[in-house]
């Protein structure tokens, strides 16, 4: 249920917060201050321009992440319903998801410069082989009993994905991207890090550098609170779209 876990949610943040407070007091250091003193200083951000930094990040997030659904999400399909495909992709997938991908971020920025397009096929490179293997794994594990009445029925290739495939699937995709999402969010801060003056990544290094940590946990608290907002959105679209499932 959306309510249970909203309220969940709530009780984490309030706790989140007593223990940040508590910590904050017991070091008395300027290296880590009060939440209270970072709230406060959230406005002044936003009234010098903030936003541009937050529309960077979420511009490479959601094209990265819309890449790699949509290349992940054709393949897994393939892979899942063609063994060939499978038989065929499988070394490559299998041999490439372990290796760090963080690790290729020169050779990237070599061939697609230091702007937009390195730091999105980044994220796409490390979350489009997580998107692949849930979807063909989910794919493979729908009972092919389900299929029996509407094939018997006349139903086609179409017919059977929209009405058997998608809604078995379903689940273990928006799983898949809330998992993909806070992988794709760790990356992005640490590829705005370099080639670029705007984005959430760029901003908490350069507020680190210049020693000013209210500006620095501030972008880290907006950054955590639009990874949060993002997961309560697939939350609700997991409420909308899988009602049958158990909550």
């Given at each position: 249920?959306?309510?249970?876990?909203?309220?969940?949610?709530?009780?984490?943040?309030?706790?989140?917060?007593?223990?940040?407070?508590?910590?904050?007091?017991?070091?008395?250091?300027r290296?880590?201050?009060?939440?209270?003193?970072?709230?406060?200083?959230?406005?002044?951000?936003?009234?010098?321009?903030?936003?541009?930094?937050?529309?960077?990040?979420?511009?490479?997030?959601?094209?990265?992440?819309?890449?790699?659904?949509?290349?992940?999400?054709?393949?897994?399909?393939?892979?899942?319903?063609?063994?060939?495909m499978?038989?065929?992709?499988n070394?490559?997938?299998?041999?490439?998801?372990?290796?760090?991908?963080?690790?290729?971020?020169?050779?990237?920025?070599?061939?697609?410069?230091l702007?937009?397009?390195?730091?999105?096929?980044?994220?796409?490179?490390?979350?489009v082989?997580?998107m692949?293997?849930?979807?063909?794994?989910?794919?493979?594990?729908?009972?092919?009993?389900n299929?029996?009445?509407?094939?018997?029925?006349?139903?086609?290739?179409?017919?059977?994905?929209?009405?058997?495939?998608?809604?078995?699937?379903?689940?273990?995709?928006?799983?898949?991207?809330?998992?993909?999402?806070?992988?794709?969010?760790?990356?992005?801060?640490?590829?705005?890090?370099?080639?670029?003056?705007?984005?959430?990544?760029?901003?908490?290094?350069d507020?680190?550098?210049?020693?000013?940590?209210?500006?620095?946990?501030?972008?880290?608290?907006?950054?955590?609170?639009i990874?949060?907002?993002?997961?309560?959105?697939i939350?609700?679209l997991?409420?909308?779209?899988?009602?049958?499932?158990?909550?």
């Open positions: 249920m959306i309510f249970k876990k909203m309220w969940n949610l709530a009780k984490g943040f309030i706790l989140f917060n007593f223990i940040w407070y508590l910590l904050a007091l017991i070091m008395n250091s290296v880590l201050p009060t939440p209270d003193k970072i709230y406060v200083h959230l406005p002044t951000l936003l009234q010098n321009g903030f936003e541009v930094h937050i529309i960077a990040s979420l511009y490479r997030l959601f094209l990265g992440m819309f890449i790699s659904f949509l290349i992940g999400t054709i393949i897994g399909l393939l892979m899942g319903y063609f063994p060939s499978n038989k065929l992709f070394p490559l997938v299998y041999f490439v998801y372990p290796v760090p991908k963080t690790a290729l971020l020169p050779v990237v920025m070599t061939i697609y410069g702007g937009d397009n390195s730091k999105i096929m980044i994220i796409v490179l490390i979350t082989f997580q692949i293997v849930s979807v063909r794994d989910a794919v493979i594990n729908v009972s092919k009993e299929y029996h009445s509407l094939i018997s029925l006349g139903a086609s290739s179409l017919q059977l994905f929209y009405h058997v495939t998608f809604p078995a699937i379903l689940t273990e995709l928006l799983t898949s991207i809330r998992v993909t999402l806070g992988t794709a969010l760790s990356v992005l801060f640490f590829v705005e890090a370099y080639g670029t003056k705007q984005g959430m990544g760029y901003f908490i290094q507020a680190w550098s210049r020693i000013n940590y209210i500006d620095m946990y501030s972008g880290i608290l907006i950054l955590s609170l990874g949060v907002s993002l997961f309560i959105i939350d609700l997991e409420n909308r779209f899988c009602k049958w499932k158990k909550q």
